[in-house]
T-cell receptor, first 116, second 115 residues
């Protein structure tokens, strides 16, 4: 079955630590990849996306993610986190079925807590 | 620019009562519309999606239904709420073609508590 896995449920870091959140998916076809962020009390916002081209994509607020097709992965990274990065992060994979048909499937989310 | 409105923000309803959550999109035509439920530790679960007026696809059989009476209006309903219907409900839209490129844009959500 098609699925998106985020292996870390809750990550706790100190400010200035480096971050890497894992995301793996199971689908053999064409995919487009997204990371969404939900800050406390706010709605889901798009952090970055991969559609084609350079597999290393850069998003807002210093985040980046790398698409490794052979590993079916799209891990999110940030070299130095800040307290304001405390949020829940969702990986989402758009699985293209052909034509204009597809489905955006979300992982279960990773809660990031950054200690000041 | 496109905006998505969802209301109410919070709702407390007794078991067995009806439900109606509304979502509207402005600034675009013929969007794809979605209802998701977000549960702690379980991510976002797609409940319904619609590619046009009156066209509803259900992803998960449950106590809920959806309707799209107008191009930019999407309604989530229930005739009799269950305790298990409690959760955070999100409406989202994407371009009719291009959801794979642009992703989905989410509303601010409705926190439903069934008591």
């Amino acid at each position: 079955a098609q699925s998106v896995s985020q292996h870390n449920h809750h990550v706790i870091l100190s400010e200035a630590a480096s971050l890497e959140l894992g995301c793996n998916y199971s689908y053999g076809g064409t995919v487009n990849l997204f990371w969404y962020v939900q800050y406390p009390g706010q709605h889901l916002q798009l952090l970055l996306k991969y559609f084609s081209g350079d597999p290393l994509v850069k998003g807002i607020k210093g985040f980046e993610a790398e698409f490794i097709k052979s590993k079916f992965s799209f891990n999110l990274r940030k070299p130095s986190v800040q307290w304001s990065d405390t949020a829940e992060y969702f990986c989402a994979v758009y699985m293209n079925y052909g034509g204009s048909q597809g489905n955006l499937i979300f992982g279960k989310g990773t809660k990031l807590s950054v200690k000041p | 620019s496109q905006t998505i409105h969802q209301w109410p923000a919070t709702l407390v309803q007794p078991v067995g009562s009806p439900l109606s959550l509304e979502c509207t999109v402005e600034g675009t035509s013929n969007p794809n519309l979605y209802w998701y439920r977000q549960a702690a530790g379980r991510g976002l679960q797609l409940l319904f999606y619609s590619v046009g007026i009156g066209q509803i696809s259900s992803e998960v059989p449950q106590n809920l239904s959806a309707s799209r009476p107008q191009d930019r209006q999407f309604i989530l309903s229930s005739k009799k709420l269950l305790l298990s219907d409690s959760g955070f409900y999100l409406c989202a839209w994407s371009p009719y073609t291009g959801g794979n490129v642009y992703g989905y844009t989410f509303g601010s959500g409705t926190r439903l508590t069934v008591v």
